[in-house]
């Protein structure tokens, strides 16, 4: 394929396609921002595996425990690789740019591009540890998908982002026109429900974790992370309370039940890490949250207090992973990298703001405009520093 010109296409606020280089830069600035930020000490991780690698959490966590701690790195995820003139999708451009990158700096990498949910991808990532990088010590879990097929069963599970129990109304964007609404959400049912436990709730990450421990893959002492969020009050019926949240707390009982496997067999340990609000292809999706995160970052970006994935993973290895002292967890055993964002003086801020927000001011009392060009970001549109004139190579290979 000769390079090409790829402009931004979207359907409706969504971006279909990815542009390499710009998803290559949003690379270059994580590995910069990181490189060298962790100090060496006896917690620092050395072999990782990180499930759900390409973006987002996951990509930030790689790229953190790679350039910031020197580790090597595996990464699994589900990319769409480029056809034909068809670009690929922003998490394999990510994934070419962090393997070019990784060369140069003489770091080790390995990705496996499939579903994580499968037996047969499990196999592969058991297979390419035992060859290429031994037993792990750190896992990080950060898968977010609307569907998962369970192998054992051959079912289909599609999460749904409904409240429980009652029906919600709250205003949100309506993204794809930019108009302020109230939007009222039915509750799930009882299958809905169970469909969006089997998807995002701990399951799987308990299969991996079984697996490897099985296979021999688990260094002595070896830990894992999923993540998970609580947010504000204002959201917690589409979150927290909602079947997402019912996932989440599914997480976390199975974060206990890991935890139990590995200070027994290893003197290891499984948390959930409870982060912050930050703008993913995941996080976009779920209702009300635009809204939120057209003023969270605003008001945090004011106070000196705003982060993104990096900065709190970042901040994820340096004040907990990699610390000398015990690792601060609260009451329910969670790491909480979300305390900037839930400041009472943040949160009354947003909660001021709320219900002042109509079409007419969105783009003057809240940064929509910020909002939506993190999310092009995503995609490598809008990006500083490159040229949307200029023809560029699709057809990459890591
Ligand atoms: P994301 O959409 O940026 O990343 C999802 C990742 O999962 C990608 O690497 C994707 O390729 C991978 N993936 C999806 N389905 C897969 C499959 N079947 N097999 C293999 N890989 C698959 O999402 P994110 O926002 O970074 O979310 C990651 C985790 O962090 C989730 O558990 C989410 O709930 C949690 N979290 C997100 C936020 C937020 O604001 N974005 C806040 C707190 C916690």
């Not at 790689?62 to 589900?78: D, E, H, P, S």
């Not at 998962?148 to 069963?153: E, V």
Request: glycine share 8%.
């Amino acid at each position: 394929m000769p390079p090409q010109i790829v402009k931004r296409r979207s359907r409706g606020f969504i971006c279909v396609n990815a542009h390499p280089e710009g998803c290559g830069k949003n690379v270059e600035r994580w590995v910069d921002a990181v490189r060298g930020k962790i100090s060496a000490g006896p917690a620092v991780p050395k072999n990782v595996l990180v499930i759900g690698a390409s973006t987002g959490y996951g990509l930030a966590s790689r790229i953190a425990a790679a350039w910031g701690c020197g580790a090597k790195t595996l990464g699994v995820f589900f990319e769409r690789p480029p056809e034909g003139d068809k670009v690929a999708t922003a998490g394999y451009y990510n994934t070419v740019a962090l393997h070019a990158l990784a060369k140069r700096d003489g770091l080790f990498a390995a990705s496996i591009n499939g579903d994580a949910f499968s037996d047969d991808i499990k196999r592969v990532t058991a297979e390419a540890l035992r060859t290429q990088m031994g037993p792990v010590d750190l896992v990080i879990y950060s898968l977010a998908s609307p569907k998962r097929t369970d192998p054992r069963t051959g079912a289909v599970h599609n999460s749904v982002l409904k409240p429980v129990g009652q029906a919600y109304t709250n205003r949100t964007i309506e993204l794809d026109t930019e108009k302020v609404v109230n939007v009222t959400l039915q509750p799930a049912n009882e299958n809905e429900i169970a469909d969006t436990v089997a998807v995002m709730g701990g399951d799987d990450w308990r299969r991996w974790m079984e697996l490897l421990l099985q296979e021999n893959l688990l260094a002595k002492g070896a830990r894992t992370l999923a993540y998970s969020y609580i947010g504000p009050e204002i959201t917690w019926p589409i979150y927290r309370d909602g079947t997402i949240g019912q996932a989440k707390k599914d997480l976390e009982r199975v974060a206990g039940d890991l935890d139990a496997m590995l200070a027994n067999k290893l003197g290891g340990n499984a948390w959930v890490s409870v982060n912050k609000a930050v703008v993913t292809q995941a996080s976009a999706a779920i209702p009300v949250v635009p809204l939120y995160l057209s003023l969270l970052p605003m008001i945090m970006k004011k106070k000196n207090l705003e982060e993104g994935p990096l900065e709190q993973m970042l901040r994820m290895f340096t004040d907990f992973l990699c610390a000398s002292q015990p690792i601060k967890l609260d009451k329910s055993r969670r790491l909480r990298l979300d305390d900037r964002e839930m400041r009472t003086d943040v949160q009354a801020e947003v909660a001021a703001l709320w219900p002042q927000v109509a079409t007419e001011n969105l783009r003057t009392i809240t940064d929509f405009a910020g909002f939506q060009r993190e999310f092009r970001g995503l995609f490598g549109f809008e990006v500083e520093g490159v040229d949307y004139e200029q023809p560029t190579e699709t057809d990459l290979k890591w």
